[in-house]
């Protein structure tokens, strides 16, 4: 088949990687405009369209996908399909109708389960054990249109969610070009989703990352995993936003929350129930390091985190 490929970060780029060196024919590149990015703020390319560069191909960057002179694009490359992961933008009917077998897209979760755009950060956070990658047809609901194939992948006790997506990105390249592979000979079709089990995965926001020390050890553990690399989870100390690496619950229950102690080679903090050891810790306009040597620059035995 011919396919235009859409997507924009580089948890895209295993799936563009695998379909590129496929039997289906790549024609071009949809990904998000060029965006800011670093000190300088300048324009910088999307990872995605800079494969698309590598690889020779025309690389389409409309403001929005209903533009018409995108559409009329994408139209003169004729696909017969568009797979997408991790494109970034809503499509519009009149973009879905342009090629023959539609948009095809690998999501990070067993759907109908985290439907929305942080299915492996909502995953960890709530505990489950496992997920995985599914690929569907796009139609105009969110996430809600009949799905191709599966794979699962377990979530190990310390995986972040980079960790975590990473894994899934491999993976779910090879099960995205089996499902074009089946699209195209016939053997594949395209069946709803259930009724039942849908939940959401809305972004996570700087907002939602921020720790509540009263809540269970275990409950923070995971939001901070799930919230690692990004947006970061966090909390403040001495009225300043303190960012905080995976930490490890212990057994101690003689901290109140919020309450910190500091040690020779460690930095515990209390919470709704047992303490937590942090790992790396990253004040403000400082380098990431070790709890305790960040610690031991105060000079204090016991802190207050907020």
Known sequence: MRIVFAGTPEVALPAL?????????????????????????????????????ELGVPVLKPEHPRDPAFQDALRELAPDCCPVVAY?????????????????NLHFSTLPVW??????????????????????R?????????TFGVMTERIRPTDTAGDLLARLAEGGAGLLVATL?????GS???????????????KVTVEDARLDWTQPAEVLERQ???????PGAWTTYDDQRLKLGPVTVTDDTDLAPGEARVGK??????????????????????????????????????????
């Open 17 to 53: 990687d695998a379909l590129a060196g496929s039997q289906h024919e790549l024609v071009g590149v949809v990904t998000r405009p060029d965006a800011p990015a670093g000190r300088g703020r300048r324009l910088v390319a999307s990872p995605v369209a800079v494969r698309g560069e």
């Open 88 to 104: 970034g933008a809503l499509l519009p009917e009149s973009a879905l109708a342009i090629p023959e077998h539609g948009w095809v």
């Open 115 to 136: 439907r929305g755009a942080a299915p492996v950060q909502h995953s960890i956070w709530a505990g489950d054990e496992v997920t995985g990658a599914t690929t569907f």
């Open 138 to 146: 796009i139609v105009k609901a969110l996430d809600a249109g009949p």
């Open 181 to 185: 592979d089946g699209i195209e000979d």
């Open 188 to 202: 594949l079709e395209a069946r709803p989703q259930p009724s039942d089990g849908v939940s959401f995965a809305p």
């Open 224 to 230: 901070i995993r799930a919230c690692t690399p990004a």
């Open 265 to 306: 080679s460690a930095v515990e903090v209390g919470t709704g129930t047992r303490s937590v050891r942090l790992g790396e810790v990253k004040a403000h306009g400082k380098r990431q390091m070790p709890a305790a040597d960040w610690a031991r620059g105060l000079r204090e035995e016991r802190l207050r985190l907020g």
